[in-house]
């Protein structure tokens, strides 16, 4: 239309905005429950968005959640140092792979193998602290056929 946007697309940016504002804030001053906080505020206000807009923030949100507990556990522990799964680093971890396979999934019934091997690939690095062995390599095992599979839907463009 009259050249303004709607007020679809002003959510859509909003939410974007916030969620990349809540990354941001955590590179600066690492509180990982205060930048969680943030991801947080902006789901209600995905939930107005419309299908298929609404799923794709939905996961967007669930990935960077994800990372960001990625990336807290990375500096915690080590790039592979193994989480004790009955403490905070267990918890933490429990709910950031939950994440990323719920955003996997949410992705992969968009049609979106991109961010669905994105989100597997973060997946795979949480599981680096997950003391389960063959977790890790069934995440692992996943992940090496997706990327495969995108590389070859890259190529056919």
């Known amino acids: 239309g009259d050249g303004y946007p709607t007020d679809?697309?002003?959510?859509e940016l909003y939410c974007k905005a916030s969620r990349h504002l809540a990354n941001l804030d955590f590179v600066d001053?690492?509180?990982l429950d205060h930048?969680?906080?943030?991801?947080g505020a902006i789901r209600p206000i995905a939930e107005q968005l419309s299908f298929p807009r609404r799923e794709l923030h939905q996961a967007q949100l669930d990935h960077s959640e994800?990372?960001?507990v990625r990336s807290y556990l990375g500096e915690a522990l080590g790039s592979?140092?193994?989480?004790?799964?009955?403490?905070q680093s267990g918890t933490l971890l429990?709910?950031?792979?939950g994440l990323a396979e719920r955003a996997e999934r949410q992705f992969a019934?968009?049609?979106d193998a991109e961010r669905e091997a994105k989100a597997l690939h973060t997946k795979?690095?949480?599981?680096?602290?997950?003391?389960?062995?063959?977790?890790?390599?069934?995440a692992k095992a996943r992940l090496s056929r997706l990327t495969g599979q995108v590389a070859r839907e890259l190529r056919a463009r």
């Open 80 to 87: 592979t140092g193994l989480s004790d799964m009955t403490g």
């Open 8 to 11: 679809e697309l002003l959510l």
């Open 124 to 138: 795979v690095l949480l599981l680096e602290h997950d003391p389960r062995q063959a977790v890790r390599d069934a």
């Open 66 to 68: 994800a990372e960001l």
């Open 29 to 31: 001053d690492k509180d």
């Open 109 to 111: 019934s968009l049609g």
């Open 94 to 97: 429990l709910e950031a792979t």
């Open 35 to 39: 930048s969680r906080r943030m991801l």
